[in-house]
């Protein structure tokens, strides 16, 4: 299988080391025998063609650089839809959910307009949350739990889009309720951190696997060994889990 990777504007859209969601696709799919081609799409892209690619990934950023970036991506705007539409996979993490949205309303009252293509709103917070991040969610027809990390510069609001997770411990999108991100068709929009492909290699199968489909060809993502990422995964958890717990035994210690 070839695969082909788009990353939206990885020289403006570069926190939180989130660059390490592509390293763990690429890793996974090289693996698994395929070959893997990175392109980054940015100011100096002539031609964006988002149908030409398997996958599209969105990294976080500060919000001072959206402005431009939305200018760039508008007229991309229905092939954007088009593609999401069609079942292709695409990623994007933490604030650059905002730039998929309807408007960012900022600190200071002013508003920039997204993509529109999510019916979020996003609202820059004054004060930056950070905490773990443990949910419940479903792509490509698998149940799976994700533990990450989430570093809130912004809330995003929506009562139309469906949630990407279900909350077990966390912030999600605003702290008012149980749901964390968006999802439609195998678009991703979360908050999750850490990078969460790396954290969380059976989303990155899950990925693969919508790929896969996608050109109709067999992958053999049983290969595919995880025991590391289990261990780790439940160490984290039972740290979540009893964290009020822990974090008592270290200052009596």
């Known amino acids: 299988m070839e695969l082909k990777i788009g990353w939206l504007f990885p020289d403006s859209l570069y926190l939180h080391g989130d660059r390490g969601n592509i390293l763990a696709l690429r890793r996974m799919a090289e693996g698994l025998g395929c070959s893997v081609t990175v392109e980054k799409i940015d100011f100096t892209t002539e031609d964006f063609t988002p149908m030409d690619y398997?996958?599209?990934?969105?990294s976080p950023g500060e919000i001072a650089?959206?402005?431009?970036?939305?200018?760039?991506?508008?007229p991309y705007t229905l092939a954007l839809k088009a593609y999401i539409k069609a079942g292709r996979p695409l990623l994007v993490t933490g604030t650059?959910?905002?730039?998929?949205?309807?408007e960012i309303i900022r600190q200071d009252g002013s508003v920039l307009k997204g993509l529109e293509i999510l019916e979020v709103t996003?609202?820059?917070?004054?004060?930056?949350?950070?905490?773990?991040?443990?949910?419940?969610?479903?792509?490509?027809?698998?149940?799976?739990?994700?533990?990450?990390?989430?570093?809130q510069m912004a809330d995003f609001e929506s009562a139309e889009e469906e949630s990407f997770g279900e909350l077990i411990y966390g912030y999600g999108n605003s702290g008012k309720d149980r749901k964390e991100g968006f999802v439609m068709d195998n678009a991703?929009?979360?908050?999750?951190?850490?990078?969460?492909?790396?954290?969380?290699?059976?989303?990155?199968?899950?990925?693969?696997?919508?790929?896969?489909?996608?050109?109709?060809?067999?992958l053999e993502l049983s290969a595919v060994d995880t025991f590391l990422e289990e261990k780790s995964f439940a160490t984290k958890k039972d740290f979540i889990l009893h964290k009020t717990t822990y974090l008592t035994n270290c200052k009596h210690d």
Do not use: H
Request: with cysteine; charged share 20%.
């Open 188 to 218: 991703v929009f979360t908050n999750t951190l850490g990078p969460v492909l790396v954290q969380n290699p059976w989303l990155t199968k899950a990925f693969l696997r919508i790929i896969a489909e996608n050109q109709e060809t067999a």
């Open 65 to 74: 650089t959206f402005t431009s970036i939305v200018d760039f991506l508008k």
């Open 54 to 58: 398997d996958f599209l990934f969105c």
């Open 96 to 102: 650059s959910i905002g730039l998929w949205g309807t």
């Open 122 to 151: 996003t609202r820059e917070n004054e004060a930056v949350y950070g905490d773990d991040l443990y949910y419940r969610c479903s792509l490509g027809g698998e149940t799976m739990e994700i533990i990450g990390n989430q570093i």
